[in-house]
């Protein structure tokens, strides 16, 4: 059972407090979309093997998601994050570099005005 | 010998207390053993070697190991309730009054008619079961299996209740020493001193493991340990308690025996630990493995250290003459031990070429004859063994010499325990010198933070003798044996036991490897080879050595099976504890909850509800309380607890904007004072909740879910405002409990609450789908005016702690009026009656909006709603969906629910094609017949046409495609 930190509420939460959410960072489509924009956004997950991002609810704790990047293979916990954010925030993608050079972030970098640390 | 058993010695025994003699039953005989001793021990000592017999030969078993390994002695526990299969005899503490029974055995211990399955043991090879019992095909399913099923299983499981209590706790420490023997108690030591917080788990009820019975000062170096840890505040010391499995984040789990089968010492029987740790030491130790020789498994071929066990710690003689048999020296202690008893031991057979370390010597300088680079070629014995033969290790068995026997003591070296370590992902290395698998300390479990979770030390990491601590003389490197002789026969295989439990031999496995299994994994299920209880414990290592062999290979490279836990088994009921009963779930109450229950409602459980389902009166039937209540409602007023229904309050400057997003329909223009009917859909397009929302003022709405659906709907709510639209300015509260909501439901409906008084409930003031707000009896409340009976009817919500008091003034203001609370069931069909759909019943997850006919409740002018995009792909448009219709039975029974409609043809698999299905089934009490409502292909369109439903049993059924709006189909009866 893992240990997740909930970035709202500062407890460090067990696995039953916790409700699980799936791939985090997804963009939504809506009407007008593609059937391809639109079946990979309901359908289509990443399911890696090594750094992941998550969404997780501390439902029985604050009620508030936020968002864990982990490592689905060996579990470690590289940070939780608000999930406000639209990528994971500099300070999680130096943790994750920290532990695994070879990992290279997958999406555009964006301004840092959109990065929502506290 | 001694009045305490024929086999106990007059001397010794650290573990029993002579004083305290504790009687026990063994399959209806009367035994005495002492306080201290375990089952196992006990029997021993009163000469009772065989405890039971082996799973597919029913061959004779006596213990094989003298701890939490044994395959062998495995007994049925205590009586009723308090029975227990399969309890290993090796770990049990014996109590005073213990009713024990052998297994597997019919009809008794002694003669066993199963054992006929030995004489055919050639017949019976590994992958039996796949190979013989295939065809013919009907074979397996009428004579096969249930000759099998009665056969196989070890014992039987508890028929009673069990009447003990368990229970769970929660711990923290920065670190856990799992193993109290001599390696864990100095590895608590030292983190004790460096102020961390330690617990210490020690499996059996005493300190130290092997070092007070195998190294001369042992017992003086675990006392002094224990009492620098027992002056430290920071280290808890708990015996008893087996750690069964490490999982991830360190998350440790163990069980404490308080008082295991002793039910008057007043304690729950066992505790649950769920600990969360910083991090482990795996202290472990390590199991001794058998070695494989002809007749390994005769009662009276043991462990060596078990051996040692038996006489050291619990003064009972395995037997008189014993034979020791290794290819290392940790055996010879077992012969000390032996001689120190007064036992005699005939000879030392060690496969190694020349034995000639501290603890050979010292065997030898006591006159004992050692036969180096020897072997066993095979033991003579039924019940006992009585003859064990000897040959060269090296040749195929050709015996030189037979000695004369009642006991054999094996060692085949160790095996460190690793399955804490390997169960939360820790590796393991080969270590070809000491013959054993390693935990590879650069490849650890990991813990949250990337680190090391686990540390192994001692035996579990390979150090047998933890030489600095016990002082132990360096001992010679062991030969490793696999198979003894090395070029045993064919015929010697057969009767080489690797597995005991299960019977799975030597030529077991090399059969499944001549038949292509390479893989471990398979091998393992193919021969059953380490699936009996003790999880391959003692047959894996001897196991896998003997594949890699047959396939020409190193064993690292046949690697292991997986170690899954538990390490060993958990009662059900340690896990359960006290969530049973009437604590199994918490149980969610009405505020009417107790007048309901004093009219002897019958309930239904709706979620973590209890809702009346009807209240039968004396001598009535569910289904007559049911009919009498609708007629009452229709026929003038009923009053339904709906307080259970969901209550989402959502507010805020954007909170029109954000439920246009929730629902399909338009809630952001309901006027002030309005209810707008609302249906809820997931990203995915399909129906997942629907009720009515009242808007309570400018920026705050009241948002009613199903009973079932409020917390799932409000989490709903959450995420899409915490995730998605997180700018916008919206609360959200859900206050289900908060508030008691009677229904008011019937032609006198407002006649009845007129009475109350207090509010104008005209229907100029207060419309259909209207609400107002105002005190009923002098009660604050808000009536919403909404139907889902079509009758005339009004919701009243008052705050939960006066609900009560409302629907005893409803109750004695309307008694000349008939007024008759009503349940679920009649609610159900009533809207049935009405045609209004139910969440669950004609939804199921696969169901969309347009399917049921309620398009009305989508808005065509919104540009987007969680699901629009979904609802226009292309499954969702296809012109096939079934969609919704009523079904009228051609010849007045009632349409089974859930059952299909079979359309001309067949499928690709031969079956009936079909055309639609029934959602909803029901006598209406109101028009006298049954009535149903289903989904249909192209349904709404074929009017008039029949339907078939083909049931198994029954004539089929037929029925007719009708609109699904039973009764008031103008909908005039909801205005009074």
Redesign the interface.
Known sequence: ????TCPCCGIRA??TEL?P?GEAHLK??????S?ED?ESY?FARKNPKGVHFE?W?H?YGC???FLAAR?TA????FGTYK??NPHPTPEIVAAIRA?RPDWTPDWTETSPAESLTE | MSDNGPFRLSRGGRLIDRAYPLPFRFDGRHLRGLRGDTLASALLASGQLMMGRSFKYHRPRGPLASGAEEPNALLGLGQGGRFEPNQRATTTALVAGMVTTSQNCWPSLNVDVGAVNNWLYRFLPAGFYYKTFIHPRPFWKHVFEPVIRRSAGLGKAPTEADPDSYEQAYAHADLVVVGGGIAGLLAARDAGRQGKTVTVLEQNPHWGGRTPTDHADGQSRIDAALADLRAMPNVTLRRNTMATGL???G?LIAREALADHDPNAGLPRQRLWRI?AGHVVVASGALERPLSFAGNDVPGVMLASAVRDFIADYAVAPGRRIVVVTNNDDAYRTALAALDAGLEVPAVIDARANPSGALPQAVRARGIRILSASAIAGVKGGQGVQVVQVCSHVGAGQVSETIEADCVAMSGGWSPVVHLWSHC?GKLNWSDAQAMFLPDTSRPP?????AAMATPVGAAAGDLLVAGATGAEPEQPLLPVWVMPVNATKAMKFKMWLDFQNDVKVSDVELAAQEGYASVEHTKRYTTLGMATDQGKVSNINGLAVLSAALKQPIPQTGTTTFRPPYTPLTLGTIAAEARGDLFQPLRKTPMHGWHQAKGAHWEPVGHWRRPYCYPQAGETHAAAVAREIRAVRGGVGTLDASTLGKIVVKGPDAGRFLDMIYTGMMSTLPVGKCRYGLICN??GFLIDDGVAARLSEDTWLVHTTTGGADRMH?HM??WL???W?DWKVYTANVTEQWAQVAVVGPQARNLLERLGGMDLSPEALPFMGWAEGQIAGIPARIYRISFSGELSFEVAVPAGRGLELWEKLHAAGADLGVTPYGTEAMHVMRAEKGFIMIGDETDGTVIPQDLGLNWAISKKK??YIG???Q??SHMTDPLRWKLVGLESLDGRMLPDGVYAVDEGVNPNGQRNLQGRVTSTYISPTLGTPIAMGLVRHGPDRMGEVLEFPVAGAETYKARIVDPVFYDKEGSRANG
């Open positions: 059972m893992l240990t997740l067990e696995e409700a959410g939504r489509f809506g009407p007008g979309a059937d639109f309901l969404r609810r439902a009620g508030k998601w490592c060996t579990l470690e916990v999930a406000q532990k | 999982y991830d984040h998350y969360r992902g990991t813990g949250d933070d990337g990203e995915n989490a959450e995420d915490q995730c998605e997180w540009s987007d629009k995009r979904a226009e792909r």
